[in-house]
């Protein structure tokens, strides 16, 4: 007897040392990895639903999506109106939904519900010349608006644990699959005073995307750039490690050499599919009151070739859009852009102002002026020769 326990002591102790934990021994093992042939693989893909585009390959269904730019280029104003086509199971002309209406949960962490109002009303003076408020817009009954009700967790409740579980049980009460949070940025530096905190609260986010089925739309603010430079993911690298962990990130910015109203989104990474709206396919739109009562986008439709590519947009032209340019240059522009007009008088103010150089609404007001007053400018483009004063 006292041999064979010995026997299985030394027995234990070779296992021990060959690797086996005597921990564990005798129990379930556990797996880090599962393992499948590559035609298993898609065979098991195959028996998946597709996810739909939300805001074709902006936004799919099922992931963790960053929509992010300096401050002041028009992202809240961008995503609500995606959240309320989403909400409205509608498109963007041009850019698909697939999706049928379904709840949508939008976290407002930055405008009170008086600028909320004043954003998505029609403003006006009253009897008294009183800046008032009216024809307030009808959002679908699909989205709800969600703001803090207390900025701080309860004492002894750990932050991430606080936040994360409040996102989610509101999301569950509203029955919403699809969340915005607007935005990260905010949340990070008001409510989680550590940016390790933000980052597990954005690996808490992609666990919902991931396990429970959620669409999360992050917005998030970049540092401060110059207007002549792209923004790109090492934009995003400081922002609570979302470049890291989101699926999918795309940005809006200014076109600085259109001005106002015009901007472009661009795709700056995609797992779903390929990058359609990359540097050099950005997307023009146009961010204008849609309805009187509503600031929303549309596809810009008469931007040029030139303007599929970012650095077009980012670009600044050599003559100032307004002042502070000689009078020599002024009369070089208006002569390029009469000769241009008189070969095609319905030229488009984007051509112009490549033909030019000045910006499409400093074209437009010279295209005005010299069609008034053709003969001057024909006079200009062949002034007189010595030959013509000699036969005077």
């Not at 041999?3 to 027995?11: D, K, M």
């Not at 009460?173 to 933000?198: H, P, Q, V, Y």
């Not at 077009?312 to 009469?338: C, F, G, N, R």
């Not at 010279?366 to 053709?374: F, G, I, L, N, R």
Request: charged letters at 25%; glycine letters at 4%.
């Amino acid at each position: 007897m006292e041999a064979r326990l010995n026997l299985e002591r030394i027995t234990k102790d070779v296992g021990s040392a060959q690797g086996v934990d005597p921990v564990t021994e005798g129990a379930v093992k556990r797996k880090a990895f599962n393992v499948w042939s590559a035609n298993q693989v898609l065979a098991d893909a195959a028996k998946q639903p597709i996810p739909n585009m939300l805001f074709s390959e902006f936004i799919f269904e099922g992931e963790l999506t960053t929509l992010y730019a300096p401050t002041n280029r028009g992202k809240s104003f961008l995503a609500l109106h995606i959240a309320h086509l989403i909400a409205s199971g509608k498109s963007l002309v041009g850019l698909e939904n697939e999706a049928p209406p379904q709840k949508v949960i939008f976290f407002d962490l930055e405008l009170s519900k008086l600028q909320f109002r004043a954003r998505y009303s029609e403003e006006y003076k009253d009897a008294k010349g009183k800046r008032a408020y009216k024809n307030q817009f009808k959002f679908h009954e699909n989205l709800m608006i969600a703001k803090f009700a207390a900025s701080t967790p309860p004492k002894g409740v750990d932050q991430v644990d606080w936040y994360f579980s409040q996102i989610k049980e509101t999301a569950e009460e509203c029955r919403a699959k699809i969340i915005f949070l607007d935005n990260i940025s905010w949340l990070t530096n008001k409510g989680l005073e550590k940016m390790e905190d933000a980052k597990k609260l954005i690996e808490r986010l992609l666990k919902l995307v991931k396990q429970n089925g959620y669409t999360i739309i992050v917005l998030a603010h970049t540092p401060k750039i110059s207007d002549n430079t792209p923004i790109t993911m090492r934009d995003l690298a400081g922002s609570a490690g979302l470049g890291n962990f989101c699926d999918a990130a795309f940005i809006i910015n200014e076109s600085w050499s259109q001005g106002k109203p015009y901007k472009y989104l661009k795709q700056n990474k995609c797992r779903s599919a390929i990058k359609v709206y990359d540097e050099s396919n950005v997307l023009t739109v146009i961010m204008e009151n849609i309805e009187p009562n509503f600031v929303g986008f549309r596809i810009a439709p008469d931007s040029g070739d030139e303007y599929l590519n970012e650095m077009q947009h980012i670009k600044k032209h050599d003559i100032p859009d307004t002042v502070k340019y000689s009078e020599t240059q002024k009369t070089v522009a208006m002569l390029k852009i009469h000769k241009a007009v008189k070969n095609d008088p319905e030229i488009s103010s984007r051509k112009l102002s490549k033909v030019s150089g000045v910006s499409h609404h400093t074209a437009n007001r010279y295209k005005k002026e010299v069609q008034a007053d053709p003969e001057l400018w024909d006079g200009f483009s062949n002034p007189k020769t010595e030959a013509d004063e000699n036969n005077l």
